[in-house]
């Protein structure tokens, strides 16, 4: 990125809205537009579905829908694993979601956060989204306990272990409290790394520092064009050969970083933001301390 490019990136990082010109107001309303004749099709069609059978297809194809809509063009890299799957992800936005949904039919574990952005936040629920208060530590037992539900019920789900958003040239150490519901692990269950890249463009898609979910979401759909986003589903592993949540926690992430360091061509640098909720602290602000 140019100069005026960083210096407007660290105002958004900051909490400052982007300016969305009239062209760029008339893309979000005519995405918008979009989106409700998509949801206007399929959640009728997803609803009538339910009567008959459990499992629709409707969700994952709307949520396919979606992420075209937003202006992301999915390159899938590897095979995802369909059922009995525990997928491990880096993160870097909202998008992040309707892409893998639409890849690979996964439900998810989410920040709470996301859960409060108008119409993204409904339509992760629609594909059974379990979102996680990171302030609410007494919760994680229930949280666990819906995760099990979901793998018992065959489902694949996706969690976010950084418990936050990057930039796409970071990765954030990895909490291991999700890993629970695989300590012992579910009988069948196999845990398969995902490593999500946006190349050039991830640190402008990157919903990061004190952004407002609503002004990333109007920021993302104001932008002309598209964007790629490459899914890299890796190699998947049993967790019995590494036991112990934080031992598969650190084999997923390992397995991640050394995917993410052969795209970029170099080093991960540390993430530059303060993120309070878990707490995690610049290099450069621990040291001033």
């Known amino acids: 990125m140019d100069m005026d490019s960083v210096a407007q990136r660290a105002a958004i990082a900051a909490g400052q809205p982007a300016p969305i010109s009239l062209r760029g107001k008339a893309r979000i309303a005519w995405r918008v537009m979009l989106l409700l004749l998509a949801l206007l099709v399929l959640v009728p069609l997803h609803y009538l579905y339910r009567f008959v059978s459990y499992g629709s297809p409707f969700p994952k194809l709307f949520l396919f829908l979606a992420a075209r809509i937003a202006g992301a063009r999915v390159v899938r890299h590897g095979t995802p694993l369909r059922r009995d799957v525990f997928f491990i992800s880096n993160h870097i936005s909202w998008v992040d979601i309707l892409s893998l949904a639409g890849a690979s039919g996964t439900a998810f574990v989410a920040k709470a956060e996301l859960g409060r952005v108008p119409v993204i936040g409904w339509l992760c629920r629609l594909n059974r989204t379990v979102f ?9 037992a229930g949280q666990i306990n819906l995760l099990r539900e979901a793998l018992a019920d065959n489902w694949s789900v996706t969690v976010f272990p950084e418990g936050t958003t990057t930039d796409g040239q970071s990765l954030l150490p990895f909490k291991t409290s999700m890993m629970q519901v695989l300590d012992p ?21 990157g919903w990061i520092g004190d952004e407002a979910g609503i002004d990333n979401a109007r920021r993302i759909l104001a932008r002309p064009g598209t964007f790629r986003l490459d899914i890299h ?34 080093p991960l640098r540390p993430f530059p933001h303060y993120v309070a909720p878990v707490r995690y602290q610049p290099a ?6």
């Not at 450069?284 to 301390?289: H, L, P």
């Open 132 to 140: 996680v208060s990171r302030e609410d530590r007494g919760g994680v």
């Open 185 to 205: 692990p579910p009988p069948a269950v196999l845990v398969q790394p995902v490593m999500l890249d946006y190349g050039p463009i991830a640190e402008w898609i």
């Open 233 to 266: 589903f890796l190699e998947p592993f049993h967790p019995r050969d590494f036991p112990g949540r934080k031992a598969i926690t650190a084999e997923a992430r390992r397995r991640i970083e050394e995917a993410l360091v052969a795209t970029l061509g170099k």
């Open 284 to 289: 450069s602000i621990e040291g001033d301390g």
